[in-house]
Nanobody
Framework: QVQLVESGGGLVQPGGSLRLSCAASGFMFKLYAMNWYRQAPGKERELVAGISSSGGSTNYAGSMKGRFTISRDNAKNTVYLQMNSLKPEDTAVYYC????????WGQGTQVTVTS
């Protein structure tokens, strides 16, 4: 069955960095575009970044441009999100996602940015 398992979240100070990973299994990973979303307390889930199946094309939400980098390793069935210059407003649960026949989500990983 399809599984998306996020890891790499944690507690970090403002200005710090984290690298999230999402390990995928149960489907042909290399054929699908992948996305990272996030959901802060009391807010709607929002798109953070997306990457094409080959990794050749990426897109970012406005506030993340220049600070976050999405990448993938199709040999390892893993998608990454490198987050730099983190701000308190980046605090959220971060989710890995792709759209197959239905939409699939991981369980999420908590990122907390605080001094």
């Amino acid at each position: 069955q399809v599984q998306l398992v996020e890891s790499g979240g944690g507690l970090v100070q403002p200005g710090g960095s984290l690298r999230l990973s999402c390990a995928a299994s149960g489907f042909m990973f290399k054929l699908y575009a992948m996305n990272w979303y996030r959901q802060a307390p009391g807010k709607e889930r929002e798109l953070v970044a997306g990457i094409s199946s080959s990794g050749g094309s990426t897109n970012y939400a406005g506030s993340m441009k220049g600070r976050f980098t999405i990448s993938r390793d199709n040999a390892k069935n893993t998608v990454y999100l490198q987050m730099n210059s983190l701000k308190p407003e980046d605090t959220a649960v971060y989710y890995c996602n792709f759209r197959g026949v239905v939409e699939y989500w991981g369980q999420g990983t908590q990122v907390t940015v605080t001094s």
